[in-house]
């Protein structure tokens, strides 16, 4: 029985108009209202993870989405293979490609330092190829789903280049050099970092600080297939 204290009002303003979604096909469409820089860092788990799952939303709409590692390691717990490479296989529209898929900078963890830097640089590097792309394309028009990236974006996730910078692998101009070059209509995402990156204040709109209240591995829990990696 309906609410009687419910307003027609109220149900037609809900999303679906009081009925349940329903999945539709997806089909190339181009974004009405991207072109925003988001930021999000912090010392709690889930920056990738949230991340992602936008890209994955923005994926269902039909829109053009890559994702770039600048790193990506962890420890021996970790499969060479993350769950979400294999959902993203599965997906049209959305990719990834990773450069530093061997360790962590700094995690005393067998990976070379100074090969770090170099992948950074080298993830750097081909950020710029994706920012250059993504201008040359019509981003207010639909991108075929099976498009290299080359092609152009709607949306592009730098995964863990605030960490990069975090480390000086590159460095906070760099970071600020690649958010200015980027095209109007081209949603922007940054994430890593345990440490605030203030010097992005002036040039995100959108910061999320992922806080870490409590996390298993405090207490020995090591990482889980399926909710880590």
């Given at each position: 029985?309906?609410?009687?204290?419910?307003?027609?009002?109220?149900?037609?303003?809900?999303?679906?108009?009081?009925?349940?979604?329903?999945?539709?096909?997806?089909?190339?469409?181009?974004?009405?209202?991207?072109?925003?820089?988001?930021?999000?860092?912090?010392?709690?788990?889930?920056?990738?993870?949230?991340?992602?799952?936008?890209?994955?939303?923005?994926?269902?709409?039909?829109?053009?989405?890559?994702?770039?590692?600048?790193?990506?390691?962890?420890?021996?717990?970790?499969?060479?293979?993350?769950?979400?490479?294999?959902?993203?296989?599965?997906?049209?529209?959305?990719?990834?490609?990773?450069?530093?898929?061997?360790?962590?900078?700094?995690?005393?963890?067998?990976?070379?330092?100074?090969?770090?830097?170099?992948?950074?640089?080298?993830?750097?590097?081909?950020?710029?190829?994706?920012?250059?792309?993504?201008?040359?394309?019509?981003?207010?028009?639909?991108?075929?789903?099976?498009?290299?990236?080359?092609?152009?974006?709607?949306?592009?996730?730098?995964?863990?280049?605030?960490?990069?910078?975090?480390?000086?692998?590159v460095s906070e101009a760099d970071v600020c050099e690649l958010i200015d070059s980027k095209p109007a209509d081209l949603e922007l995402v940054l994430s890593g970092s345990h440490a605030e990156p203030t010097y992005l204040e002036d040039r995100a709109d959108l910061i999320t600080n992922v806080r870490k209240v409590k996390h298993p591995i405090e207490d020995g829990q090591r990482a889980r297939r399926g909710t880590e990696f």
């Open positions: 029985m309906r609410d009687e204290t419910t307003s027609d009002s109220t149900v037609e303003n809900t999303p679906g108009q009081g009925r349940s979604p329903e999945p539709e096909r997806i089909e190339p469409a181009a974004p009405e209202a991207f072109g925003l820089v988001q930021v999000w860092w912090g010392d709690g788990k889930g920056k990738t993870t949230a991340t992602l799952g936008m890209g994955m939303r923005a994926a269902g709409h039909g829109y053009r989405v890559h994702m770039l590692q600048f790193m990506k390691g962890g420890a021996s717990s970790v499969d060479a293979v993350r769950g979400e490479y294999n959902a993203i296989a599965a997906l049209p529209g959305i990719s990834y490609e990773n450069l530093g898929h061997y360790g962590w900078h700094g995690m005393a963890d067998g990976s070379d330092e100074a090969d770090h830097e170099a992948q950074a640089q080298a993830g750097l590097e081909r950020a710029r190829e994706l920012l250059a792309a993504a201008d040359d394309a019509d981003l207010e028009a639909p991108i075929d789903l099976d498009s290299p990236p080359e092609d152009g974006v709607h949306m592009l996730l730098l995964d863990e280049i605030l960490y990069a910078a975090d480390r000086d692998l």
